[in-house]
């Protein structure tokens, strides 16, 4: 069982920058891959990044490549979320995810994550 908790969104204006933060507990956080998730008003949730269980591989959606950065801490229990020059479009409720099977491949899917943080809400102003 993973308990997540973000924390880190705000609201910012276009070109500017958040920090999103999630801290996990339980004993399997470092044995997890450990994704980002957004959903914006009226859309689907997607997928932002995703880093493996050992930090060494990292995934990202097209639409942040070059600007966001995941990164974990195993024994600190925290994966990070920095998102530089920020959209309009970047706004969404931002989930942190955690996998379902130990020692997988950083998964796309929101089925490959059984443990869910409540969001956090990042508005990026024009």
């Known amino acids: 069982q993973i308990q997540l908790v973000e924390s880190g969104g705000g609201l910012v204006q276009a070109g500017g920058s958040l920090r999103l933060s999630c801290a996990a507990s339980g004993r399997t956080f470092g044995r997890v891959a450990m994704g980002w998730f957004r959903q914006a008003p009226g859309k689907e949730r997607e997928f932002v990044a995703g880093i493996n269980w050992a930090g060494s591989s990292t995934s990202y959606v097209d639409s942040v490549k070059g600007r966001f950065t995941i990164s974990r801490v195993n024994a600190l229990n925290t994966v990070n979320l920095q998102m530089n020059s920020l959209k309009p479009e970047d706004t969404a409720v931002y989930y942190c995810?955690?996998?379902?099977?130990?020692?997988?491949?950083?998964?796309?899917?929101?089925?490959?994550?059984?443990?869910w943080g409540q969001g956090t809400q990042v508005t990026v102003s024009a």
């Open positions: 995810a955690a996998a379902s099977s130990r020692y997988a491949a950083v998964g796309r899917n929101d089925f490959e994550y059984s443990y």
